[in-house]
């Protein structure tokens, strides 16, 4: 059974960068999508940036293309996301994910995660 988990999160004011990061445990093979999600009150929970943890192939939301930077380190099983010039939108609990069998950006568009982190919080504010 696989097992994440996050750690980074905290309080960043707008314009400025954080980076979180996902330990991961009891990898079955190398044909995993891993990423990141994030989930504001009274919404459903997004994919925001995805990656293979193969070919270490990308996919990104609009609103953080640019901005945020997904990355892997198969070799410690780590999977990060560098966030910078983070808006007040940015703002929610962000969990990390993985599926196996799967491509990065299937993974995030439909939301097709098979093993979820405990999620920190992320807070944007002055």
């Known amino acids: 059974q696989l097992k994440l988990v996050e750690s980074g999160g905290g309080l960043v004011q707008p314009g400025g960068s954080l980076r979180l990061s996902c330990a991961g445990s009891g990898f079955a093979s190398d044909y995993y999508a891993l990423g990141w999600f994030r989930q504001v009150p009274g919404k459903e929970r997004e994919g925001i940036s995805c990656i293979s943890k193969l070919d270490g192939s990308t996919y990104y939301v609009d609103s953080v293309k640019g901005r945020f930077t997904i990355s892997r380190d198969n070799g410690n099983n780590m999977h990060y996301l560098q966030m910078n010039n983070v808006r007040a939108e940015d703002t929610g609990v962000y969990y990390c994910?993985?599926?196996?069998?799967?491509?990065?950006?299937?993974?995030?568009?439909?939301?097709?995660?098979?093993?979820w982190g405990q999620g920190t919080p992320v807070t944007v504010s002055s």
């Open positions: 994910a993985a599926r196996e069998w799967t491509d990065a950006a299937r993974m995030c568009e439909m939301n097709l995660v098979e093993f």
